[in-house]
């Protein structure tokens, strides 16, 4: 489109929607950035990118870098004469590269910033219980996620949404934005807007296994916002005794509910529904996954569980108060 060379920078299908748009849309992609390709699976067989999986389909031209500020991939990347460089989903760039091509280098990132600036902005904004979330367009400059705004786009976070939920659905958000955004700068009608940084923002830190971990002595709300906000992915957890045995148990649904609390530190059953005390109300669990089984819905769960339900205790930190 007009002559605009770009380069993309991507790796997970998140960053697919936006360079797929690139493609449908006619604009001139001359290279795509992508990770190494890493083992998976049983056989720990090299697997490409989602994104370099998608470009070899489409016969783009591939650059996997292991250094960013390799001399060759310097090189390389300079020969393609970009006008403009994109950002969806990829690691933090060195000046070098960011700062390279004439237009700059611009990110789609997955909040309304100043807020949740990071790695993980759609878990936390729902584990902060956030009624509206939304795509920002902006480009880099030194401290990550503070360059200059060109263009948003909100929308709502449903009570009962999970992570997974918006990500599906901010991927082609940020992709429609991001053509949107291209077309303002080609015809040179847009502006930038410094993000106000005197105030005291959210922030999106990285996510850790240990970070998982479910805290019952919480309010019903608090943790219900959790579950949903590390669902499908990592997923929250809680540790549980089974009679003699100590297990895992991953939670990725829930709903809240309005029966008090009684202090039993457990799990209660109803017929087909499932319920766990927090430090207010009760929740219910909708979907749960035990070690070596697949997630399943709280009904599955039931009529394949052995032994009574009430009988399997939450294994507390010394920490958590208000769990006996």
């Not at 499908?232 to 297990?247: S, Y």
């Amino acid at each position: 489109m007009n002559g605009m060379r770009i380069v993309f920078f991507g790796t997970p299908d998140f960053a697919v929607a936006s360079l797929t748009a690139l493609v449908e849309n006619h604009f001139e992609v001359v290279g795509v950035v992508t990770a190494p390709d890493k083992p998976a699976g049983r056989g720990h067989k090299l697997q490409p990118s989602a994104v370099k999986s998608y470009a070899l389909e489409h016969n783009l031209n591939i650059l996997q870098p292991t250094n960013l500020k390799s001399k060759d991939f310097i090189s390389e990347l300079r020969s393609l004469n970009a006008d403009i460089q994109i950002v969806v989903a990829f690691r933090m760039l060195p000046e070098v590269v960011w700062n390279m091509p004439q237009l700059g280098t611009y990110n789609v990132h997955g909040s309304l910033l100043p807020d949740y600036r990071g790695a993980a902005p759609i878990n936390w904004a729902i584990i902060n219980g956030e009624k509206t979330t939304g795509v920002t367009f902006f480009k880099l400059k030194h401290e990550i996620d503070t360059g200059s705004i060109l263009n948003s786009r909100s929308t709502p976070i449903d009570e009962n949404e999970t992570a997974g939920d918006v990500y599906n659905r901010l991927m082609q958000e940020g992709a429609s934005l991001l053509v949107e955004s291209l077309k303002m700068i080609t015809s040179g009608s847009y502006t930038l807007q410094e993000q106000d940084l005197s105030s005291e923002s959210k922030h999106a830190p990285k996510i850790f296994k240990d970070d998982c971990e479910i805290k019952w002595n919480q309010n019903v709300q608090n943790v219900h916002n959790f579950i949903r906000g590390m669902s499908p992915f990592p997923c929250g957890f809680t540790k549980v005794r089974v009679e003699d045995r100590e297990e895992v148990w991953k939670i990725s649904r829930s709903k809240k509910t309005d029966r008090p609390s009684t202090s039993k530190n457990g799990f209660l059953r109803e017929g087909n529904q499932l319920f766990v005390e927090c430090n207010d109300f009760w929740l219910e669990i909708l979907e749960i996954q035990t070690p070596g089984k697949r997630r399943l819905k709280a009904t599955e769960f039931l009529n394949g569980f052995k032994g009574q339900i009430e009988g399997v205790k939450i294994i507390k930190k010394p920490s958590e108060k208000g769990l006996e």
